[in-house]
């Protein structure tokens, strides 16, 4: 019977995944691509959802409402990225500050409450909990596995573009970059722009699958995009090579982390321990290739 609950929650963990997936992609651009340390998505995400709730609520089609999202996002990194090229504010303090913001600026978005309720049955979304065991095409799974290979397949295409190569160039190597005349700055805008607007593009989904937009639902969502970063790292590093894979191992590592968590919730862990935990995986895999490195390629080389 437990081994049957655990089995019926594995849809609704692989879906959650695969929208931290998608979230984990947009933090994948600064984190490695842009090599720069961005904070907003904890704030950034949660506008997302507020967005789209609120869009969704008044009437509006909820393509609409992931376009605006998307929008949003992208001005919240906008935001950032001034702090840190225009006004000179370390990257990592840039993000602080605009997530600070973000918080009353979601309040407001929300109308000055702290979440705003999404039924399915009013409202036609895109993606709810409700049909994660539904066969077809309304199952959130299937939909999220077509975001998912859009999204990868435009930035695919994005990063292969003179303006794409020119951005990770600029994660690259800076002063290379500038001395080929490539404006560094417009590109790490740029850069935190695109990030941002895909990780507000994972917030509207969450809204949606969760049923509610909540003025925290960010808390912590670094955390877990660095996860899911790096357990696709560690897990798929050495058989994904190209750009296109290395993004899909990002994806992956968001469903392995979901999965993880949903078994040791399964085995009796209490939920109030879930940030522990998190801070526990991602410490492990953060280890492991400095672990692998240290002790098991002398062993190698000694044998």
Known sequence: MEIVKLFNAMPGAVAQGMIWGLMAIGLYITYRI?????????????????VAAMLIINGWNVWVALLAAFVVGML????????????????????????????SVN???????????????????????????????QNPIVILVLFTAAL??????????????????TGANRA?????????????????????????LAGALLAQFQGFADVGMGRGAIVIGL?????????????????????????????????VIQVVLWLGL???????????VVAIFLATPHWR???????KGGA
């Open 176 to 200: 290379m970059a500038r001395a080929q005349g490539i404006n560094t700055s417009t590109n790490t805008v740029l850069g935190l722009m695109l990030s941002n607007g895909i990780v507000a």
């Open 152 to 169: 990868i397949l435009v930035l695919y295409w994005f990063f292969g573009t003179e303006l794409g190569c020119s951005l990770r160039a």
């Open 293 to 299: 490195a240290k002790y098991f390629s002398k062993k």
């Open 34 to 50: 842009l090599e720069v340390s961005d904070l907003t998505v904890d704030g950034s995400i949660a506008t997302g959802g507020a």
């Open 227 to 259: 996860a899911a970063v790096i357990i696709g790292e560690v897990v798929f590093g050495k058989i994904f090579h190209n750009f296109g894979l290395k993004l899909l191992a990002v994806s992956l590592g968001a469903i392995l982390y979901y999965l």
């Open 107 to 137: 309040l407001r978005i929300m109308g000055n409450k702290a979440n705003v309720a999404l039924s399915v049955n009013k409202y036609g979304l895109l993606v709810t909990s409700r049909n994660s065991r539904v066969v077809g095409l």
């Open 76 to 103: 919240a990194g906008l935001v950032t990225g001034l702090f840190h090229t225009f006004c000179g504010i370390p990257a990592i303090l840039s993000g602080i500050l605009t997530q600070l913001a973000l918080y």
């Open 270 to 280: 209490n939920t109030n321990d879930l940030k522990l935990l998190t801070a526990l």
